[in-house]
């Protein structure tokens, strides 16, 4: 599909969808191979039998193409093994198991309020690998260990391992840190580095976003709000605000939002930072109605989710005039919520500057910091599963 | 009392002590308000129904002023809640409070040298939240909730929430960070940023240190550690050497100083950096003695304690004379130690140069170490009273 | 010995070795002194009645020197005192002590593979006080502890404490930090360091690389690997390759493997890096066979052990071309491995570049990243032979 290929090609700046050639990896007792596999519900380029005791170092063998297809819908009894090995794109999660980590999303948000805690991951180690500072990403999902009861291992400073300097690989950088801990919680500047990590671990790796490329925890747990906040996701009519150009996270929403049935989207946006065709070819491709509208108060009186975004100065460059201009355009302010209806919600991945006003944020319908907060029940759940399964 | 506001324009740089206009948050189900007042034993802006079984987010209710005057004597049974639901300013501390805060101190101490620890906190979480790094602070709360079985989200770089490119506020920080943790230790290096962040804050905030402002827990370790040395706070003289116009720590030692009965005060320093009049204005209003001297060794042989501070070389800018002639002018050394009484000590904020030569190091009353030690003790206490209450 | 002396003067940059005159330390109630003593089985140079509840301060006595020596095999049995206070230099370590630390770390391995996990070290607090930055080594040292059940302050802007604005020495700092912590694990930039933070602190020590000076667990897990791999340390042929002028890690490889018999070292280097006469002159003086060499396929034909090192540029300042011929000379390949014996491994102290190619790993000889891990072992028998003694 040429739509979604291109789509695709978004996503990984071509990188690694391509089928991968074998790759070779051995240890003092055996030899075995790995391949991978481009899909659009994509499962990790390796399986690893992780070892749940641990996550310890254990056999790779071929991945089965589109295994999430085959037979998924009877495994999400407890007790039974997670399907995915690591989280590296949103592409990795079709509508059934989204559904399911929104189940066990929803049990942590019960384990988190409940004062004695939980002891559910109690001698499991994280190492929290970010080779980009990001306070907000990695206190998140050490709190998300911590609460249930892990420990954590963490660095802001992985550049060090791989410095220009010492100039190690990232693969030697994962094969010595896989070797402390059970999991990693990764956050590079490359596009498709979680990827290069995930095919050398024999623990699993959570992408806690690559450069330009993904950070699909951030897609959850915006689908999981809607979820939450509107109480459904068929039928839905979503307006994506302000860069769509560049905002990885509404691009990965509407890619997601594609998986359910009846939704609209309606793209608000100046003309600089305007929704790019790789997604609308997608959304056609998958039968999802979309348009585009220069009047937020139109679109936002008609909308269950207005999700605004904040204009990246850093894409315009020195045309600080268009820059000026753009962020100006669509701001959500009280007379934005004065033509919402009661049920509707105003979300926005933060941080925000003022492309909300502050008094929304007195608003019930403000949801952005909620938002917030179940990114710590999408990375509790995913956590659970990654390392005890169901 | 001009004195009185004189002092607490110093402490806040005027800039939030007047009251404030009612304001107003709001969540999915409810609106409330909160209000604060100005007061010279201030309570915190907010009041907060702490769930005591995590710091949950939850209503606030309007302010009783000076509700540290009524009846406070009799609430500090175990079980009680605590007074306070942040800790933002000495100011905060009366008389009676800093008496029980010490005795939950002690008991610290015996917790502390217990082998088998505690596990008091456990399943608590504790954000340190530094906007600029002080390692040595955030080393002594870490350990004091760690002490206490409770757990750390830790971060030196708190500035990339909110960086200039993002600019984020810190509001909408605190709001976030509030969900990952139950209670938030911050360093900041704006005054009054501590106040913001509890005017904010759904769970309890301890200022470590907020810029020229506040440094509360400073404060408190410095009272208790003359309690536990000399062991009387009433009837005491102090001598405050050094750099009096500038030092955070004396200023506010003055002022709870001057909560105590019959205390004598001496203020011993170079012209350029001798202490203000605001203080001196505050003590006089309270009735405290004080009197200044260029005669270390005269002072020495007649306190009961001798507090050295460090001569800021970033105050005097380009006057290096200026740095070099204060610094040398009063050391304390053998020679000043062999004029002081017996059961009288030297304490020192730290970290020192050779404002206090090492050899003092070797001498019984060299407490300054003891002093950084009780820190741990009252940040334990602080901890436990906030998140458990009495 | 006028061959170890200057063996000596290697390691502690003539710095440390001296007998050093009796220090006085003293505290409120007590005043009592240290001493200690220079010899090639060091012990270091302040025993401590470390308090087993907890590290507290304790008195320290009078050093018997070469304690070691005197009675040391029957004292490994379980319950027994560590023979060390601090891990200070490989110096330390006498052939018995590395058997029964490596038969600690044998037991370690099986705990850490244990799902789940070991508390042995629960209540107990670690420092990791880092003045330049070793994410590796850090996260090796905070992983053992935590597999263990112990907590950790972590810090790697030390020099914080002690910047050049306000001139902390070390001593002040190590006097601050152990009143957080029951033990320390310290990198620092200046060769000594460490052993000056041994003798200040009332609690253990472990260097974790002080400088062009000692790293002395990084020596302990290479013996052990090849204990590990080999089976054997008598009798046993190893070619040490590469940077053998500045490598720490080969120079105290050597001083190790001198204690063993029947062992013959092969030096093959670039002549620029060529191992210094110290070591050679050592080797000689404790009967150990050696030789230089310029043809690696015949030493690693010859070999159980290949120790390859990284040639390090900033050795060779303005001399790239210098550099470029150094790098270039002896790479660890395919053609090497073919003539190497089955049973024979490559090691490397990681991180590496080209020196050893990436297909290399994929052979059951590459034991370099089992030799990483073996690091965490010896730092988790190290903590608890440290903290619970045998």
Redo the contacts between chains.
Sequence with gaps: MASSSTFSSWTFNGSTLAPKSAK??????T?YSISSCASHDMIPPNEKGVD???G?LSLKSRVQCRALEVGIKSSYSVGNKFQLEDVIEAQQFDRDTLGAIFEVALEMEKI??????SQML??Y?M?TLFYE????T???F??AM??LGG?V??????R???SA????TLE??I???E???DIIVMRHFESGAARRAAATASIPIINAGDGPGQHPTQALLDVYTIEREIGKLDGIKVGLVGDLAYGRTVRSLAYLLAKYEDVKIYFVSPEVVKMKDDIKDYLTSKGVEWEESADLMEVASKCDVVYQT?IQ??RFGERIDLYEEARGKYIVDHGVLSVMQKHAVVMHP????DEITVDV????R?AY??Q??NG?YIRMALLKLLLLGW
């Design positions: 070779h990896c051995c240890f003092k007792q030899i749940w005791g641990r310890r988190e309020k409940n004062s004695t805690g109690k001698g180690l190492a500072p990001s306070t907000r990695r206190l998140s050490e709190s911590k609460r420990e291992l963490t660095t802001e400073n992985a060090e391992f791989s300097a010492k100039g190690e030697d950088t094969r010595t840190v070797g402390y801990s904040r100065r850093e933060l941080p925000r500057l944020d007195l608003d019930p403000a910091f909620r917030a907060k710590l």
